[in-house]
C-alpha cells in the first residue's frame, strides 16, 4: 500500500477528529451490517421447524458470539477519544493499538461464526452467511492494515466523506404534502447493505410500511422523500450530508419526522440535529426490536 494511506501522512493533511471519526464509522457501519444480517438471518430460521432450534446460538445479545467484538470497538472509540486531544503522535499509536485490539476481536468471531454455522451450508439461508463473512473479512482487514499503521481505502473514503462537514441548508421549497394510508418510511445512507438491512427488518414488523431508499441527500430530495411519515438518515454521505438532506425534506414537510443514523456521535451532532428538524439521533448498530419500536413509537407521536 502507498504511503499516501500512513497513518503519518493522513494526519498530516487531515484533522486528527476526521481521522477518529472515520474510523469509528467504518467500523460501526460494518458490525451494523453483521448485527441486521444475523437478525434478519434469525427471523427466517424461526419460521424454519428444522432450524429453529439454532436461533439462539445465533442470538448475538444473549450467545454473545459477536458481544465481545461490540465491546472492544466502544472501548477503542473511547481510547481514539481520549487520545485525540493528545499530540498527532500519541494518536498515531493509538490508531495502531486500535488495530491491535480490534484485530483478535474480529478473528475470533470470524471464526467462531464459520464453525459454529456449518448447518447454513448448501441451504437457502447461505447468502446470509456470505453476507456475513464477507462484512468480517472486510472488518478485519481494516484492523490487520491499523496495525501496521496503514489506513485502508474503505477509510479512506469514510474520510472524504466525514471532510464533507455541514453546510448550511439551501432555500425553501414549498412542496404539496401527500397522504397515504400506509406509512410511508425512508431509508437515506449511501451504503446499500445498511438500506437494504433496514428495510428488510422493518418488512418483518406485524405493521405494513411503504419503504422508500435513496443513496444520497440529493436521490432523497428529487425522488420526494418528503412524502414520507419518518426517515432514517445517515449522517455522513458524499455531497449533501445528512443534516443538510434533513433541512431540505423539513422545509417541504415540516411535520416529517427524521432519525439521524451515525457510526460515531458527538455533542455537536446533537447541536446540529436540532437546527435542521431532527427527531433524535441513534448511534449504530442499531438492532431489529429498537429499529420496530422507534418505528412504531415515531408512527404513533
Not at 481521522?19 to 451490517?33: G, P, Y
Not at 425522488?223 to 417541504?252: R, V
Amino acid at each position: 500500500m502507498s504511503d499516501k494511506y500512513s497513518f503519518e501522512q493522513q494526519i498530516k493533511h487531515t484533522d486528527v477528529g476526521i481521522v477518529r471519526a472515520a474510523v469509528s464509522s467504518r467500523f460501526n457501519n460494518d458490525l451494523a451490517n453483521v448485527m441486521g444480517n444475523i437478525e434478519l438471518l434469525i427471523n427466517d430460521l424461526e419460521r424454519d421447524p428444522l432450524r429453529k432450534k439454532h436461533c439462539t446460538e445465533l442470538d448475538s445479545e444473549k450467545t454473545g458470539w459477536i458481544s465481545p467484538l461490540k465491546a472492544e470497538l466502544n472501548d477503542v472509540q473511547t481510547e481514539l477519544s481520549d487520545l485525540a486531544r493528545n499530540s498527532p503522535d500519541d494518536f498515531v499509536y493509538a490508531l495502531r493499538h486500535a488495530g491491535q485490539r480490534l484485530f483478535p476481536s474480529i478473528d475470533a468471531a470470524s471464526k467462531e461464526y464459520k464453525s459454529n454455522h456449518t448447518y447454513l451450508e448448501g441451504s437457502e439461508f447461505l447468502g446470509y452467511k456470505d453476507k456475513i463473512t464477507q462484512v468480517l473479512y472486510r472488518m478485519r482487514g481494516n484492523a490487520m492494515s491499523m496495525m501496521v499503521g496503514r489506513l485502508t481505502p474503505d477509510i479512506q473514503d469514510e474520510i472524504a466523506v466525514q471532510r464533507s462537514g455541514y453546510r448550511e441548508p439551501g432555500s425553501k421549497k414549498e412542496t404539496e404534502i401527500k397522504e397515504s394510508y400506509t406509512p410511508i418510511i425512508g431509508v437515506v445512507d449511501d451504503e446499500e447493505a445498511i438500506r437494504t438491512i433496514v428495510g428488510r427488518i422493518l418488512s418483518t414488523s406485524k405493521d405494513k410500511y411503504d419503504v422508500r431508499s435513496a443513496s444520497s441527500g440529493q436521490e432523497a430530495i428529487e425522488s420526494g422523500m418528503h412524502e414520507c411519515h419518518l426517515i432514517y438518515m445517515d449522517k455522513n454521505m458524499p455531497g449533501m450530508n445528512g443534516y443538510e438532506t434533513a433541512s431540505a425534506l423539513k422545509q417541504a414537510n415540516p411535520d416529517l419526522k427524521i432519525i439521524l443514523l451515525t457510526g460515531y456521535s458527538t455533542d455537536e451532532d446533537e447541536r446540529l440535529a436540532r437546527g435542521a428538524g431532527i427527531s433524535q439521533v441513534v448511534s449504530k448498530p442499531i438492532g431489529r426490536e429498537k429499529l420496530i419500536n422507534l418505528t412504531q413509537q415515531y408512527l404513533r407521536d
